[in-house]
C-alpha cells in the first residue's frame, strides 16, 4: 500500500543550502520556463563588475595610490627628452644621458626613522630634517633624491627599505663644460629648458611632442646643428680669459659673426657658468653681455655715421670738415676731440684720426629726422631677436634732439647690445644687406631670403676702405694681422656710474673685419673696465686691450674657419675708390 506524504503546516523549511542548490539547479536547467531567473544572474553579475571597475577607477583618479604615483612619475621622467645639440661640424654640444633617481612610497614605511637615518647614510649630502618631513607625509609618492651615481643606487638597493625604489631618467649634459655656455643655456633638473637654445627648443613644440608620446628619448628627435664652431669657440673664450686678466677687467665678451649668412661662429662673455652645473648661472654677472647687455660703444659707432652721410648723399668720400678748435659747442655743452689735429680732414681722415667733430658734422647734415631714421633701419633703435630667448631693448633718448644726434654720432648717448651693433657693421661691409644674426647654420642662399638692403653698394666699398686704412694707418693697427687684409676700428666709452661720465672706468670695443676687400668675418673683443698696464703707457683704450685679443683671435680663427692668409696685398681692392681718388687710395 502506498502512503502519500502531504506537508502540513508549521512544518519544518528546507536549509538555505538546500535552496540555494535548488535555485541555481533551475537556473541552468536548459528548459524554456527558467530563462527568465539565468538572464537575470547575469545580468546581475556584470553590474555588479562594472559598478566595481567603475568605482576602482574614480577612487584612483581622485585618491592615486602608490602605484599609479610610481607610473606617472616614470612616465614623466622617461617622456622628458631632448634632442642633441651639435656644433656646426657636428661635434656634440649637449645630450642626454640615461640615469635613476630614488623615491619614496611613505604610506608603504613602517619606520620613518630608521628610512631616515639608513638613506642619509648613504646620500650624505640629503637634508635629515627634510627627508623625514616628506617621509612622514600620506602621499604615495615623494622624490628622495635625483640623479644618483650607479654606486649609489647599489648601496640604496642594498639597505633592502620596502617602500622605496628607484625611477629611470635623463639627465642633460654638456660635454664641453663651460663652452659656449650662454648660447646652450641650460635645463632644468627635470630636462625643461631654462635659457638659451635650450629654452628656445621648448618654444618650438617640444612640449606637444611630450603630450603626443613622441619624445620619450633622445633618439626620437632631429639634433638641433648650430652655427657655433667648438673649435672657434674654445680660442675665443681662451683669448678672452687671458686677456681679462691680463688687462685686470672686470668682464669681457666677443663673438665672430659671418657677414654673408649672418651666423654666429662663435660667442663668448665672462664670466661664464658650466651649463652642466648652472649653481651660479642666474647671478647678476653672468648675464649675456652680447645679447642681454646694452653699452655705449664709443666710436664704433662712427661707422655707422659715416655710412649714413656717404649713403644719404650728403657727403661723397673727398668731403671735407674743418675741426679747427678741436671743440663744438651745445648750448652748455661742450664736445672735444680726443686726438685733435686742428685741421680740415676728408671722410677717410675722420675715420682714421677718430674725430668727433667731423662725425657730428656729417650726422648734423643729414639732420636728425634723418639720423634717426638711418637707426632704425640698421635695427638699433628696437630689440634685436635671435633664436636666443634673452635680448634686450636698447637705451634710446627720450627727447632726440640736436646734442643727442651729435653725441651719438660718435658713440655716446644711445646704448644698444653689442650683437646688434655687430650686425649693423655686418650690412655696412657685405655689400650693404641687413641680415639678423642667427645661432643655427644656415647657408648663404637661405640668409639672402631674409635679408634686406639697407645702404648701397658703393657706400659698402667705402666703408670697407676706410676701415681698411685704419687697420694701416690708424687705431686698428693692433690687429692687422699680415696675410689678412683687416680692416677695423676701435671704440672706448666712458661708463655711466650713477648718471654721470666716469672717467677713469672705460667701456672698450674693437671691430674688425677679415678680408677688407671682400669680407667674409666680423670679429668683436668687448672689455669692462680694463686698466692700463706697462706696455700701453698706462692707457686703458680700445687699442691696448680690445684690439690686441682682437688681433690674437684673427690669427687664431681665421686658419680654422679656412681663411688663408695672402702674402701679397689684393689688386685693385676698391676700384671706386681708386677710380674717385679717396685720400688714402694711392
Not at 92 to 108: G, H, K, M
Not at 123 to 131: F, G, N, R, T
Request: proline share 6%; net charge positive; no cysteine.
Amino acid at each position: 500500500m502506498s502512503v502519500e506524504t502531504t506537508s502540513e503546516p508549521g512544518a519544518e523549511a528546507p536549509p538555505p543550502a538546500r535552496r540555494l542548490f535548488s535555485f541555481l539547479r533551475d537556473v541552468f536547467r536548459m528548459s524554456g520556463e527558467k530563462s527568465q531567473p539565468r538572464v537575470g544572474l547575469v545580468i546581475l553579475a556584470f553590474s555588479a563588475l562594472f559598478l566595481a571597475i567603475t568605482g576602482r577607477l574614480v577612487m584612483l583618479a581622485t585618491l592615486p595610490g602608490e602605484q599609479v604615483g610610481l607610473r606617472r612619475a616614470t612616465a614623466n621622467a622617461i617622456s622628458a627628452a631632448r634632442p642633441d645639440i651639435l656644433d656646426r661640424n657636428g661635434v656634440v654640444l649637449a645630450t642626454d644621458i640615461r640615469t635613476v633617481s630614488v623615491f619614496a612610497e611613505p604610506r608603504n614605511i613602517l619606520d620613518k626613522d630608521e628610512a631616515t637615518e639608513l638613506l642619509t647614510a648613504v646620500l650624505p649630502d640629503l637634508d635629515a630634517k627634510e627627508l623625514r618631513e616628506k617621509l612622514g607625509t600620506k602621499k604615495g609618492f615623494v622624490w628622495v633624491k635625483r640623479e644618483i651615481t650607479p654606486r649609489q643606487q647599489a648601496e640604496v638597493h642594498r639597505l633592502g627599505i620596502p617602500g622605496v625604489g628607484f625611477v629611470p631618467e635623463n639627465k642633460r649634459v654638456y660635454p664641453n663644460g663651460p663652452a659656449a655656455a650662454h648660447v646652450l643655456g641650460f635645463a632644468s633638473v627635470d630636462n625643461v629648458g631654462i635659457a638659451g637654445i635650450e629654452k628656445y627648443i621648448d618654444t618650438q613644440g617640444l612640449q606637444d611632442l611630450y603630450g603626443a608620446g613622441l619624445a620619450t628619448q633622445a633618439s626620437d628627435l632631429k639634433p638641433v646643428t648650430l652655427s657655433v664652431d667648438l673649435r672657434v669657440q674654445h680660442l675665443l673664450r681662451d683669448e678672452l680669459v687671458k686677456g681679462m686678466e691680463r688687462f685686470k677687467a672686470i668682464a669681457a665678451a666677443g663673438a665672430i659673426l659671418d657677414v654673408n649668412t649672418g651666423e654666429v661662429l662663435g660667442l663668448v662673455s665672462l664670466p661664464d657658468f658650466d651649463p652642466g652645473n648652472p649653481v651660479d648661472a642666474l647671478e647678476k654677472d653672468r648675464i649675456n653681455r652680447m645679447n642681454v647687455g646694452v653699452y655705449e660703444m664709443g666710436s664704433t659707432f662712427k661707422a655707422l655715421t659715416i655710412a649714413m652721410a656717404l649713403d644719404s648723399g650728403k657727403a661723397n668720400i673727398n668731403s671735407s670738415y674743418s675741426t679747427a678748435g678741436g671743440m663744438m659747442r651745445f648750448g652748455r655743452q661742450v664736445i672735444k676731440e680726443y686726438h685733435g689735429t686742428g685741421r680740415t680732414l676728408t671722410v677717410p681722415e675722420v675715420f682714421v684720426h677718430s674725430s668727433n667733430m667731423g662725425s657730428i658734422k656729417m650726422a648734423l647734415s643729414v639732420g636728425v629726422e634723418g639720423h634717426k631714421a638711418f637707426l632704425k633701419k640698421m635695427m638699433q633703435l628696437d630689440r634685436m631677436t635671435t633664436e636666443l630667448p634673452e635680448s634686450a631693448a636698447p637705451i634710446v633718448p627720450s627727447r632726440w634732439g640736436e646734442i643727442n644726434t651729435a653725441t651719438i654720432a660718435f658713440g655716446h648717448g644711445l646704448a644698444v647690445a653689442p650683437i646688434q651693433a655687430m650686425a649693423a657693421v655686418g650690412a655696412l661691409v657685405n655689400g650693404g644687406t641687413f641680415i639678423t644674426p642667427t645661432f643655427l647654420k644656415r647657408s648663404e642662399e637661405d640668409a639672402k631670403k631674409t635679408g634686406v638692403r639697407v645702404i648701397k653698394p658703393e657706400t659698402s666699398e667705402a666703408m670697407r676702405f676706410i676701415m681698411r686704412l685704419n687697420g694701416e694707418k690708424g687705431s686698428a693697427r693692433k690687429a692687422d694681422i699680415p696675410g689678412y687684409f683687416v680692416g677695423g676700428k676701435t671704440g672706448t666709452a666712458e661708463k655711466v656710474i650713477n648718471g654721470r661720465y666716469a672717467k677713469n672706468r672705460n667701456f672698450t670695443t674693437f671691430t674688425a673685419i677679415t678680408p677688407s676687400d671682400k669680407p667674409r668675418f666680423l670679429f668683436l673683443a668687448i672689455y669692462d673696465e680694463p686698466k692700463g698696464y706697462a706696455e700701453s703707457g698706462g692707457y686703458s683704450t680700445a687699442a691696448w686691450n680690445a684690439g690686441v685679443t682682437t688681433g690674437k683671435l684673427i690669427e687664431r680663427a681665421a686658419p680654422i674657419l679656412g681663411l688663408a692668409p695672402r702674402f701679397d696685398p689684393p689688386t685693385a681692392p676698391f676700384p671706386l675708390m681708386a677710380k674717385l681718388g679717396a685720400w688714402g687710395s694711392r
